[in-house]
């Protein structure tokens, strides 16, 4: 089991930035993958960023240059940096597990999710 925990949601300006965190307790396993993933409402759900148990990272199109995953493993923290906030960044966002490395499929099927946290990004 990797218990899941996020926080750092809110509403923000376009332009503005957020950092979201998700405690993951994932000091068990010797190889990992985390990942952000968004959901807006009547869109499926989008993998944005991935980090492995070795710090690789992978990012996709529509946050690339703007968003930054990363981790502090003494703390069992995952964060996203998320600067230049778009309106069409606002979404349900979503950490999520698995207990392999990231690889070639960094935002394909994760075991282990958290419960969410609301992103909402006026213009």
């Known amino acids: 089991q990797v218990p899941l925990v996020e926080s750092g949601g809110g509403s923000v300006q376009a332009g503005g930035s957020l950092r979201l965190s998700c405690v993951a307790s994932?000091?068990?396993?010797?190889?990992?993958?985390l990942g952000w993933f968004r959901q807006a409402p009547g869109q499926e759900r989008e993998g944005i960023a991935s980090?492995?148990?070795?710090?690789?990272?992978n990012y996709a199109d529509s946050v690339k240059g703007r968003f930054t995953i990363s981790k502090d493993d003494a703390k069992n923290t995952l964060y996203l940096q998320m600067n230049s906030l778009k309106p069409e960044d606002t979404a349900m966002y979503y950490c999520?597990?698995?207990?392999?490395?990231?690889?070639?499929?960094?935002?394909?099927?994760?075991?282990?999710w958290g419960q969410g946290t609301q992103v909402t990004v006026s213009s």
């Open positions: 999520a597990a698995r207990t392999t490395y990231c690889g070639f499929t960094p935002f394909g099927t994760y075991n282990y």
């Open positions: 994932t000091n068990t396993y010797n190889n990992y993958c």
């Open positions: 980090i492995d148990s070795d710090g690789y990272t």
